[in-house]
């Protein structure tokens, strides 16, 4: 899967000379928390809900909402945006965005067409590719085990359930406890949970959770 499959467009700009008032405004109304920030069709920045916020008087301050109205009036987005931009393409791989972004802590990038922004993939798009991965708006038996980290394994456990007439709704490897094990987690129907569960056992180090689930 491809950032350009499941970024959100056409994306929601601002201008740099836009007051810091009326980003929120409409980020409010577009419930976004982020935005590019766009000068004669070319990105030179980026901003947040967050900075936005940040550029707000604190709570605690003495001058009156009349001053403080005024002030906001002054400032733009362009003296609180993010200048360095961190961007990914409409053909970089979904989890090469999504380590971008865990790594930096940053919660969407603007994707880039040649000079131009085309898209914004962002946190909450990961989360729904995750809900799809694990089949969370799906009713089956979900079962997650322990089994050895070595060639064929896999194998054995999906040619098993398949033949006894399971059907894969969702299928994940993730770390073990240590490198000679991994931790699996599926979803199945077709059969029941008392059927899912011997199947599975003879084939994995322990079953760590199994349950009906979900939606």
Same mark, same amino acid.
């Not at 946190?123 to 694990?134: A, G, P, S």
């Given at each position: 899967?491809?950032?350009?499959?499941?970024?959100?467009?056409?994306?929601?700009?601002? %201008? +740099?000379?836009?007051?810091?008032?009326?980003?929120?405004?409409?980020?409010?109304?577009? !419930? *976004?928390?982020?935005?590019? $920030?766009?000068?004669?069709?070319?990105?030179?920045?980026?901003?947040?809900?967050?900075?936005?916020?940040?550029?707000?008087? %604190? +709570?605690?301050?003495?001058?009156?909402?009349?001053?403080?109205?005024?002030?906001?009036? !002054? *400032?733009?987005?362009?003296? $609180?945006?993010?200048?360095?931009?961190?961007?990914?393409?409409?053909?970089?791989?979904?989890?090469?965005?999504?380590?971008?972004?865990?790594?930096?802590?940053?919660?969407?990038?603007?994707?880039?067409?040649?000079?131009?922004?085309?898209?914004?993939?962002?946190?909450?798009?990961?989360?729904?590719?995750?809900?799809?991965?694990?089949?969370?708006?799906?009713?089956?038996?979900?079962?997650?085990?322990?089994?050895?980290?070595?060639?064929?394994?896999?194998?054995?456990?999906?040619?098993?359930?398949?033949?006894?007439?399971?059907?894969?709704?969702?299928?994940?490897?993730?770390?073990?406890?240590?490198?000679?094990?991994?931790?699996?987690?599926?979803?199945?129907?077709?059969?029941?949970?008392?059927?899912?569960?011997?199947?599975?056992?003879?084939?994995?180090?322990?079953?760590?959770?199994?349950?009906?689930?979900?939606?």
């Amino acid at each position: 899967m491809l950032v350009g499959e499941r970024m959100s467009h056409p994306v929601i700009t601002v %201008s +740099p000379d836009v007051p810091v008032v009326d980003a929120l405004n409409l980020m409010k109304r577009e !419930k *976004i928390r982020r935005t590019p $920030v766009i000068k004669d069709g070319k990105m030179i920045g980026i901003v947040s809900n967050e900075d936005l916020l940040n550029a707000s008087p %604190s +709570p605690a301050t003495s001058l009156s909402v009349w001053e403080m109205n005024y002030l906001l009036s !002054k *400032i733009t987005v362009r003296e $609180v945006m993010t200048r360095k931009v961190m961007t990914v393409t409409e053909n970089t791989p979904i989890e090469e965005a999504a380590r971008v972004m865990v790594d930096n802590k940053i919660g969407g990038l603007p994707v880039m067409r040649n000079d131009r922004v085309v898209g914004i993939i962002t946190e909450t798009d990961l989360f729904k590719i995750f809900l799809e991965l694990m089949g969370a708006r799906e009713i089956g038996i979900r079962v997650t085990a322990l089994i050895p980290n070595r060639p064929g394994e896999l194998a054995k456990l999906t040619q098993a359930i398949s033949s006894a007439g399971g059907n894969f709704i969702a299928f994940g490897t993730f770390a073990g406890v240590d490198p000679s094990n991994a931790t699996v987690t599926f979803k199945v129907t077709g059969l029941n949970e008392q059927q899912t569960k011997e199947i599975t056992e003879p084939l994995v180090i322990k079953i760590v959770d199994i349950r009906v689930c979900c939606k």
